[in-house]
């Protein structure tokens, strides 16, 4: 105790570079696993062909973990890209492409699947595109190419 | 009489301790970070849509009756199986044909022009009404058309 009164500011000012010394070490823990993050996983997906309105199709996205443990996907989403090639038939309204949209994965929603990706595994997660049927002329979207564009997150299993 | 302090080895006992203590919550911050990890994830695909969907079944209807030198109105319905909506922009007469027992009836003399209908066909729709009115006339000609007398005529329609 005598110690301790002795030499409070001096221990006050250890404290406090201590504290600071934790929250760079972490910061820089968090940078790194965040700018090189080991743990990032792919998702990609072959060419999904025939889509109409009204006319929901299964996109079989594939969610490949690099990583040696397994991780449970909790998100997954696509946004969706029009490609200007091939072109709208001649005279076509131009194609809505608000309007075709996949139906994202959240395994916090209500009745959700899990899916569990084993290290250095692989897993296929069933989405949905669908091109809402609308009253308007939708000729512009006749075959026409898209690009999906994957985001997600992931956890470690327990 | 106070004892003196032994500086270097108070500095070498707080050292220790700071940096001790510096590296334990360094690590626990370390082990908390990658303990239960999260990560992120993306990735591209590719979609095409159909060049078509289906198509429309089209049915006219007109009254019995018909008359060398006169016209009927007909009316149209479309039957659409598919699962897109569908749009009927102007519908054709594509041909006429006769019953088997009046085969030698010339459906040439039956004629309607198109129609404009501008009608969307739910998905899944039967039966539904088409906006437009066509006007089928049975011409009447120099020649003996008695072979059409009784006939039943069939309109073969087309749209786009």
Redesign the interface.
């Known amino acids: 105790m005598g110690f301790v009164r002795r030499h409070a500011r001096?221990l006050l000012s250890?404290a406090a570079?201590?504290g600071l010394?934790?929250f760079v070490?972490?910061d820089a823990?968090?940078a790194a696993?965040t700018g090189n993050?080991p743990?990032?996983?792919?998702?990609?997906?072959?060419?999904?062909?025939?889509?109409?309105?009204?006319?929901p199709l299964s996109?079989p996205?594939v969610?490949s973990n690099p990583?040696p443990q397994d991780?449970t996907l909790?998100t997954?989403s696509?946004t969706?890209t029009l490609l200007a090639n091939p072109p709208a038939p001649a005279g076509a309204a131009p194609c809505d492409v608000s309007k075709?949209a996949v139906v994202p994965y959240n395994a916090s929603a209500a009745g959700a699947a899990s899916y569990v990706v084993s290290g250095r595994g692989t897993r296929t997660v069933p989405l949905t595109?669908r091109?809402a049927?609308?009253?308007s002329?939708q000729d512009g979207?006749?075959?026409?190419?898209?690009?999906?564009?994957?985001?997600?997150?992931?956890?470690?299993a327990h | 009489m106070r004892k003196p302090v032994n500086v270097r080895s108070f500095l070498n006992r707080?050292t220790a301790l700071?940096v001790g203590?510096?590296a334990a919550?360094?690590a626990l911050?370390?082990t908390a970070?990658?303990a239960?990890?999260?990560?992120?994830?993306?990735?591209?695909?590719?979609?095409?849509?159909?060049?078509?969907?289906g198509t429309i079944v089209l049915h006219a209807s007109f009254a019995d009756g018909l008359t060398p030198g006169a016209s009927t109105p007909v009316s149209f319905t479309a039957d659409n199986a598919?699962?897109?909506?569908l749009?009927v922009g102007t519908i054709h007469l594509a041909s006429v044909t006769a019953d088997a027992g009046h085969a030698s009836c010339n459906v040439a003399d039956y004629t309607m022009a198109d129609v404009t209908s501008n009608t969307?066909a739910a998905?899944g729709a039967t039966g539904a009404t088409l906006n437009g009115t066509g006007t089928l006339t049975f011409a009447d000609t120099a020649v003996d058309q008695d072979s059409c007398k009784g006939a039943t005529i069939t309109l073969h329609l087309s749209s786009n």
């Not at chain 1, 743990?39 to 006319?55: E, L, N, Q």
């Open positions: 001096l250890y570079l201590a010394a934790v070490g972490h823990a968090m696993n993050d743990h990032f996983f792919t998702v990609s997906s072959s060419t999904v062909a025939g889509i109409a309105p009204g006319k996109v996205a969610v990583s991780m909790l997954l696509a969706v075709l595109i091109l049927d609308v009253a002329n979207c006749k075959g026409r190419k898209f690009t999906l564009t994957y985001s997600g997150t992931a956890e470690q | 707080k700071i203590a510096g919550i360094v911050s370390g970070a990658f239960y990890w999260t990560t992120t994830g993306s990735g591209t695909g590719s979609a095409t849509t159909a060049t078509s969907n598919g699962s897109s909506s749009f969307t998905a």
